[in-house]
């Protein structure tokens, strides 16, 4: 298949890259928009990776799988629109945004710009799709965050609703917690207006935080890595826990920890996105997954790690801070995720052995970690 991955310099795209790579013809486009964010906030990755055009490169030379580049700015429409025509993919998995929730809560510019960049890649991929290419399945990152955290069971992506005694079928309510996760809200609707006015096709994965740093494709050589972010911008609570606890500093649980969440692990993103690609949605269906393999609060996951971390000898601690978002620290959480099991997903779960096998690969780069950027810099009420 020919599959043109947007965004594909960033933590999930480069490793689906390689992976789909094995099989398929691919092709990425990235401006690294997010290289430029990590360097002025200070948020590098704890392990440097090469361009985009090297990592192809190298991977090409350990693997002879090849992996066509482009850099640019997709909310630019000539170029989606130039892309599109001279690739003719017939599956298009879109990454290509801003994905920091602090970031996009840090001022005016930040929130601007997350806004104006998400939603203008969403549509110029859309339209690209429409005029181009009508028949390629999209398949589109959303995130768990979309739904917040409701009093009721959240169901895959659509509700039956009976109202004064007549029933119809809706989105679930959404209510984002940060201006990131309102444009991931934004995209489903522009997605869903034309999927149900022109009859594209279209795959909104609703994922839940990414850990880890291990592929079997990232693991042929310590240049083909994905960005292992731990900072307080980019990181994700699990990757940041594992930095923390390495780097000796207590692991920062923002106020209460009750907030629990859908998770994976990146070996999993990769197998919901490939069942995704092989399983195209219908023509005209806006088809939702929720995209995690276990539910876990801040608290479950600081315990699981101070568990593995002591058993290694790190004398882990775990340390309550206040908490620069505004969310609710305890609260229900049911969300439904048959869809990608029903598709074949097998979970690789959290266990004390992949938090280990994670805890090693950082202890061999602890020297890399900057202490500096690890307390929160971002709060909701600033
Ligand atoms: N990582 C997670 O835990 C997680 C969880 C849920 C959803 N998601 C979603 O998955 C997608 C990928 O996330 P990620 O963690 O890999 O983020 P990332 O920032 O590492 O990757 C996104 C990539 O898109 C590129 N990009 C952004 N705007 C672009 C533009 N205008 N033109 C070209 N390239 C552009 C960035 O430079 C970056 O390399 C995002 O849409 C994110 O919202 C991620």
């Known amino acids: 298949m020919r599959i043109l991955i947007l965004g594909g310099d960033g933590y999930l795209g480069w490793p689906t890259a390689m992976n789909l790579a094995v099989e398929n013809e691919v092709w990425v486009v990235d401006n690294y928009l997010r290289r430029r964010i990590a360097e002025a906030t200070d948020s590098e990755p704890l392990i440097a990776t090469p361009s985009l055009t090297e990592r192809a490169r190298l991977f090409e030379a350990v693997s002879g799988n090849r992996i066509e580049t482009i850099i640019g700015d997709l909310g630019d429409p000539d170029l989606m629109y130039d892309i599109v025509q001279r690739v003719q993919p017939e599956c298009i998995i879109h990454y290509a945004e801003q994905p920091s929730a602090p970031y996009s809560m840090r001022g005016f510019k930040e929130a601007r710009e997350t806004l104006q960049n998400n939603l203008n890649v969403t549509f110029n991929c859309i ?37 004064k005694g007549r029933k119809d079928k809706f989105l679930f309510p959404r209510a984002a917690g940060s201006l990131y996760h309102t444009t991931k809200v934004l995209d489903t609707d522009l997605i869903w207006f034309y999927v149900r006015t022109y009859g594209i096709r279209v795959t909104d994965l609703m994922q839940g935080p990414v850990y880890g740093l291990s592929t079997d494709e990232a693991d042929l050589d310590q240049g083909l890595v994905p960005n292992f972010n731990y900072d307080d911008i980019f990181g994700t609570v699990v990757n940041r826990f594992l930095v923390q606890a390495v780097a000796g500093i207590p692991l ?22 490939r069942l995704s690609v092989e399983n195209p949605a219908d023509k005209g269906t806006l088809r939702i997954f929720n995209q995690f393999t276990e539910t876990l609060s801040v608290n479950d996951i600081a315990t699981k790690i101070k568990t593995v971390g002591d058993s290694m000898g790190l ?21 439904t995720h048959t869809g990608l099991l029903d598709l074949g997903l097998e979970p690789n779960y959290m266990t ?31």
């Open 315 to 335: 004398g882990v601690n775990i340390k309550s801070i206040e908490n620069p978002r505004k969310e609710r620290e305890e609260h229900y959480y049911n969300p």
């Open 252 to 273: 920062t649980v923002y106020g209460g920890g009750g907030q629990t969440r859908g998770y994976l692990n990146l070996r999993d993103t990769l197998q919901c996105v």
């Open 127 to 163: 339209w690209a799709v429409k005029d181009i290419v009508p028949d390629c399945h999209i398949i589109k990152l959303g995130t768990m965050g979309e739904y917040g955290t409701p009093n009721i069971d959240i169901e895959e992506g659509w509700l039956d609703i009976e109202h």
């Open 352 to 382: 004390d052995d992949v938090i280990a096998s994670m805890l090693e690969r950082i202890v061999v780069n602890k020297d890399n970690i900057n202490t500096d950027r690890i307390m929160p810099r971002v709060r909701w009420n600033a």
